[in-house]
């Protein structure tokens, strides 16, 4: 039987690329968005993956969004928690709500998608949680403090679930991404990039797909033993 799979922020950047190279595997692909319904629907119209709008930071409207793709693709096996976002400032210039917004997106939100779709894994018998951390959970970042920190907790969220999963045959893992050729890494200014490539080992940013390929990888039956690891995906950029 198709396994289906859930993409957040699936129809853009990374997760585009992980919604993709699912489908392409085979998966019945679902992809969430937040807020860009040109490009999402555009996505659906090349692709044929449905998305779905809601916002991953309230817990009611990721319940709901997620008892309705279960009900028109079928039970989820396979999560991928990729949405997130980015309010970068120097620590004593980053506001409350700068803070505020980062935690409730990359970390309530990691919980938002992962709690309604746990309970039928355990079920079933079988699932794949895979979580996009980043480099910058691992290393911090200059005027990243509420991004970083909310990285860092994906790692302890796959630790947790990963030996919570086991007995009922879910994996739980995380991948770190470097800098990726993507609209957020784009958002940096030029002179930054510059400098942050230069750090870059491999002497270029990674690409999308490149990611996506660890996904599927994550994802896959051969992957079974792999559970609550982190995997770095960066140039040679960090070692942890
Ligand atoms: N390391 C050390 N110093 C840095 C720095 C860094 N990485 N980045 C900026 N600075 C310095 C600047 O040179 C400047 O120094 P001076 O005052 O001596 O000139 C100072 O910090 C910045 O001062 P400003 O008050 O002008 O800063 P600002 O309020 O305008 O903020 C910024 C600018 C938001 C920090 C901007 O530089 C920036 O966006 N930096 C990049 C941060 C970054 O790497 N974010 C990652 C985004 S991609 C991502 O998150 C995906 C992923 O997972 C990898």
Redesign the pocket.
């Known amino acids: 039987m198709t396994r289906t799979a859930l993409v957040t922020g699936g129809s853009r950047g990374i997760g585009e690329a992980i919604s993709r190279k699912l489908n392409a595997e085979g998966y019945t692909v679902v992809a969430t968005y937040a807020g860009n319904d040109e490009k999402a629907a555009a996505f659906t119209a090349e692709t044929g993956i449905k998305t779905y709008k809601w916002n991953v930071a309230d817990y009611e409207a990721s319940a709901t969004g997620i008892a309705q793709v279960e009900a028109e693709s079928g039970p989820i096996d396979i999560v991928v928690a990729n949405a997130g976002i ?1 309010r ?3 620590f004593h ?1 980053m506001t409350p709500e700068q803070w505020k917004d980062v935690i409730d997106t990359n970390l309530t939100g990691v919980f938002n998608t992962i709690h309604p779709i746990w309970p039928g894994m355990r079920e079933r018998k079988f699932g794949r949680v895979i979580v996009i951390s ?3 959970g691992q290393k911090g ?4 403090v509420n ?1 970083a920190a909310t990285k860092a907790g994906d790692l302890g969220i796959v630790k947790s679930l990963a030996q919570e999963g086991a007995r009922a045959g879910i994996t739980a893992n995380a991948i770190c ?3 990726i050729a993507t609209e ?2 784009m958002a ?2 030029e002179k ?1 990039r510059e400098a ?1 490539v230069g750090q870059i080992p491999a002497g270029r940013l990674g690409e999308p797909e490149e990611i996506a390929r660890c996904v599927a990888f994550l994802a896959s039956d051969d992957a079974g033993y792999v559970n609550g690891s982190t995997i770095s995906v960066n140039g040679a950029q960090f070692f942890v």
């Open positions: 980015t970068d400032a120097p210039k980043s480099i910058n970042q200059f005027a990243q991004y991404p470097g800098y957020m890494v940096v200014p930054v942050i």
